[in-house]
């Protein structure tokens, strides 16, 4: 049944014209910044090989791409979570769907996964333009893979934030404001309240505080290191918000 739903949701973003109006601007935008970096990169191409290490073009062309990606998620992924749960509220069909025998947390992770499919779509067409300069160099494949995944559990994040965000509400655009102002206060706060924790010597909380940050735990996938503790940290924050959508979806229910 998730699948289905799931399936049913896909069907419906792409139905929607800010799903095409969506990936046209990404496209457009990371082809504008990729052409820009592989044209410093070719300036800068002599000067680099007069360093002892370099870096190569997976991290001057490639790493860029995709963190204009990730910058442009904070802002594209509550757009198209935003009906999700609150279109149906609005329309009242949401009643039908919680009176199915199925269960809620079939329904948010289908929903979830509905996004998802459609996010994992824009991340594989980004990475084909790295991709494509296999035609006249080579790249540092366990790099990309890491940023592949961190990219991933990103949006994974961002798409659990904005579904706990639309199940709040039945008005779409006020949903949107919610998952945008969820996101943008605990990129703040998570980041100030981790170095004010650390300031004091208060190191677990401080690593506590790092889950509210996810741009700052996806850094080090950029840089090629898989951390256990940023992948946990991810895991989590995505588990919590899912847990937070299903216990909504619940008392929506019990309301009738």
Not at 24 to 43: H, N, P, W
Not at 141 to 164: E, R
Not at 172 to 179: D, G, K, M, N
């Amino acid at each position: 049944m998730i699948f289905t739903i799931a399936g049913k949701e896909l069907k419906l973003i792409f139905a929607s014209p800010l799903a095409w109006v969506m990936l046209t601007f990404v496209q457009i935008m990371l082809a504008f910044g990729f052409l820009k970096r592989i044209d410093d990169f070719m300036a800068f191409q002599p000067r680099l090989v007069q360093l002892p290490n370099p870096p190569g073009i997976t991290e001057l062309v490639a790493a860029p791409v995709f963190a204009t990606l990730a910058i442009i998620f904070l802002f594209a992924i509550p757009l198209l979570a935003m009906r999700l749960i609150a279109e149906e509220r609005r329309n009242q069909t949401l009643v039908l769907l919680l009176s199915a025998p199925i269960s809620m947390t079939e329904i948010a992770l289908g929903k979830f996964l509905g996004l998802m499919t459609f996010l994992w779509l824009l991340v594989g067409l980004a990475a084909l333009m790295p991709l494509s300069l296999l035609l006249g160099g080579r790249l540092d494949f366990g790099l990309l893979a890491s940023i592949i995944l961190g990219l991933s559990l990103l949006a994974a994040c961002f798409a659990a934030v904005s579904l706990y965000a639309s199940s709040v509400t039945a008005q779409p655009f006020v949903a949107a404001i919610i998952a945008f102002g969820l996101l943008l206060g605990m990129l703040l706060a998570g980041e100030t309240a981790a170095d004010g924790l650390r300031g004091r010597g208060w190191t677990v909380p401080a690593e506590l505080a790092q889950v509210l940050s996810p741009l700052k735990n996806f850094e080090s996938f950029a840089k090629g290191v898989l951390d256990s503790y940023n992948i946990a940290c991810m895991l989590l924050l995505i588990a919590v918000f899912l847990v937070l959508t299903i216990r909504r979806l619940d008392a929506v229910r019990l309301r009738g």
